[in-house]
C-alpha cells in the first residue's frame, strides 16, 4: 500500500494528558487530578462580554495581530511591567499557538532548544517536528533552574533557551537570582530565550519574577486560558522588545496561514480580563496546594510547589508508571512522570478539583503508596 504519512508524524507521539483526559469521560466519578484546568468557571462578568461582543457582531475576523484596543492594552501593560518601551505584540490561539508560532519562525533543522527538564510535553513534540534537537538540562530534584547547567549545554547550533515558570509540571518558580544568572549567561551568546508565563497570576510564596525585564532577547507568552479559565477560549499573546520586532511579523505571518487570528469575541472578553481581579481564586488554590502538601509529604517525596497548580511527586520505588496504573485502578488519575521528562520517576498530580476530592485522593494515594 502507498505510503501517505509525512515521516516527520513519526517524530510525536500522542498526549500522555489526553489519554488520561479521554479515560476520565468513561468513569463514574474519578477523582481526576490529571489535566491542568481551573476547577472554576470563566467569571460571570468576563462571560457576559464575551456574549454581549457576540451579540454586537464581534463574530467576523479580526486583524492577524489582533484587535486594536487588546493590542494597545497589551503593549501599554508590557511597557508599565516591563519597561520595553514600543514592545511589538501578537494576539494569538493559546500560549500552544504562540509556541508553535514562534518555533516556526525561528527554529531551522539542526538547531538546538535547551530546555529544563521535566518541562511542558509541547516542546519536546513541536521541536522535533520541526527538525530541531531538544537537549535537556536535568533539574531533579529541587526543580530550580540551575543556570550552570544550562551553560554547559551551550554550544554554536543553540538558538533557543525555553523556560516555563512557574512550571508545569513541577510547580517551581524560578529565583530572580537563576533568572540573572541566566540572562547573563544567554547574552554572552546573543541567545533567545523563549519565557512561557501562562501561570504567573498563581505565585504563592512570593511576587512574581518575570524573565523578561532581565533580558533584552527575551519572546515573551503570557495568556488567558489558565487564570481566568478560558481553556477553551484560545487566547494568549506575545510580545518582544522594539528590536525584536522581525519576530512577531514572522510570526504574524505565519499566524495569517494558519491560525488566521485568534477567536474574535473572546478578544473582546480579554479586554476585560486585563482589569479582572482573580485574587480570591488564586487565595483558594494556596489553600488546595496547602492542602495537598501536608496530606502527603509524609507519604511521598516531594518539593513543595510555588506556583501554577501541579505537584510533581516520586512515586514509591521510583516507578512511575508502575504506580500510575495502580492509581488509575484505585479511580484516581494522575499522570506518569515520563510524559514531562526523560525520566519516569515521577508523576504529575494537578490540584484543580474541590478540597473535599484532594482529600479522598490523598487518602487513597497515601493508602496505596
Known amino acids: 500500500m502507498k505510503k501517505y504519512l509525512a515521516d516527520r508524524t513519526a517524530l ?107 518541562y511542558f510535553v509541547m516542546y519536546k513534540h513541536l521541536v522535533n517536528l520541526l527538525g530541531g534537537k531538544c537537549v535537556f538540562v536535568d533539574t531533579y530534584p529541587d526543580f530550580a533552574l540551575h543556570p550552570q547547567k544550562i551553560a554547559d549545554k551551550i554550544t554554536n547550533k543553540t538558538k533557543l533557551i525555553v523556560i516555563n515558570s512557574p512550571c508545569n509540571p513541577t510547580g517551581a518558580v524560578y529565583s530572580k537570582e537563576d533568572l540573572k544568572a541566566l540572562a547573563e549567561i544567554a547574552r554572552k551568546k546573543e541567545i533567545l530565550v523563549i519565557s512561557d508565563e501562562i501561570y504567573d497570576q498563581f505565585c504563592y510564596d512570593a511576587p512574581y519574577q518575570s524573565m523578561a525585564p532581565l533580558y533584552e532577547n527575551t519572546i515573551l507568552m503570557k495568556g488567558f486560558s489558565k487564570s481566568y479559565a478560558m481553556t477553551g477560549w484560545r487566547l494568549a499573546y506575545v510580545a518582544v522588545p522594539d528590536h525584536l520586532k522581525s519576530i512577531i511579523e514572522e510570526m504574524t505571518k505565519i499566524q495569517q496561514y494558519t491560525f488566521v487570528c485568534a477567536p474574535s469575541p473572546f478578544q473582546q472578553a480579554a479586554i476585560a480580563a486585563m482589569d479582572f481581579d482573580i485574587n480570591s481564586y488564586i487565595a483558594d488554590y494556596r489553600t488546595k496546594r496547602d492542602i495537598l502538601y501536608t496530606g502527603l509529604k509524609d507519604k511521598f517525596e516531594m518539593t513543595k510547589s510555588a506556583g501554577a497548580f501541579y505537584a510533581f511527586i516520586k512515586a514509591p520505588n521510583g516507578k512511575s508508571t508502575e504506580f500510575v496504573e495502580k492509581a488509575i485502578k484505585n479511580n484516581v488519575l494522575i499522570i506518569p512522570g515520563n510524559v514531562f521528562s526523560e525520566k519516569d520517576t515521577h508523576f504529575r498530580l494537578c490540584y484543580t478539583t474541590t478540597n473535599d476530592k484532594i482529600q479522598k485522593g490523598i487518602e487513597i494515594l497515601n493508602k496505596i503508596a
Open 12 to 118: 510525536i507521539d500522542a498526549s500522555g494528558i489526553r489519554k488520561v483526559f479521554n479515560l476520565a469521560a468513561t468513569m463514574k466519578d474519578p477523582i481526576n487530578f490529571s489535566i491542568g484546568l481551573p476547577d472554576y468557571d470563566v467569571p460571570d462578568a468576563l462571560k457576559q462580554v464575551a456574549i454581549d461582543a457576540i451579540k454586537r457582531g464581534k463574530n467576523r475576523y479580526t486583524p492577524t495581530a489582533g484587535d486594536a484596543e487588546l493590542l494597545a492594552k497589551i503593549t501599554k501593560k508590557t511597557t508599565a511591567e516591563i519597561g520595553w518601551q514600543n514592545p511589538a505584540a501578537l494576539v494569538v490561539s493559546g500560549v500552544s499557538g504562540a509556541l508553535l508560532l514562534a518555533f516556526m519562525a525561528t527554529i531551522n533543522p539542526g538547531d538546538e532548544v535547551i530546555i529544563p527538564d521535566p
